[in-house]
């Protein structure tokens, strides 16, 4: 009994695999598995040890990338413009990985949350004279902070914002505060 149902499961696959190898996709609307994909431009690829961005399409691409190391962290986004049929060396070092999260014709303009674009965090000073974050956007916020001690020595920390609050930040011996990258909150 079970070889039997084993037998008529791989003829369906086959047949299931045929179908789709025989026929355009848009013809072949009841098969639930086929789905179509997106075409994406530019991709990022690795060369010499460098990350870049080669764009496969014929006219110019405004990129939004992301990339991610490992230990944790926030990651960084930067926009891109790759020339039509180009490649771009990007200016990360170290390992990580590194993906493509927005891809728009260079012309146009991007459509991005209204939250994304804000500077959101500032740096201010309370009514007790200690430094603190303030989020003045209605959304959370992932700041990174970036105390300078008075020798030169840099030191990077992450910190969550709530909507419309301040955060103290102790400065343990920094002389300087600098926002280095913030982003909205996972949901």
Do not use: W
């Not at 891809?103 to 959101?120: G, L, R, S, T």
Request: glycine share 6%; proline share 7%; charged share 25%.
């Amino acid at each position: 009994m079970s070889r039997v149902f084993f037998v008529m499961v791989a003829v369906a696959v086959l047949l299931g695999k045929s179908f789709a190898a025989a026929s355009p996709l848009r013809e072949s609307p009841e098969n639930p598995y086929l789905v179509q994909i997106k075409a994406q431009c530019v991709m990022p690829r690795k060369s010499n040890n460098r990350d870049i961005l080669v764009n496969a399409c014929k006219q110019c691409r405004a990129v939004t990338v992301q990339r991610h190391k490992r230990g944790g962290g926030f990651p960084i986004k930067r926009e891109f413009r790759v020339p039509a049929r180009g490649k771009v060396q990007l200016s990360f070092r170290g390992s990580g990985k590194v993906r493509v999260i927005a891809d728009a014709p260079c012309d146009q303009p991007d459509v991005v949350d209204k939250y994304e674009i804000k500077d959101c965090a500032k740096i201010a000073k309370l009514k007790n004279g200690s430094p603190a974050l303030l989020n003045a956007c209605p959304v959370c916020r992932g700041v990174v902070l970036e105390k300078v001690a008075a020798n030169g020595r840099k030191e990077r920390g992450t910190y969550m914002v709530g909507a419309r609050t301040a955060l103290p930040v102790p400065l343990r011996g920094a002389a300087r505060l600098q926002i280095v990258n913030e982003i909205p909150c996972k949901k």
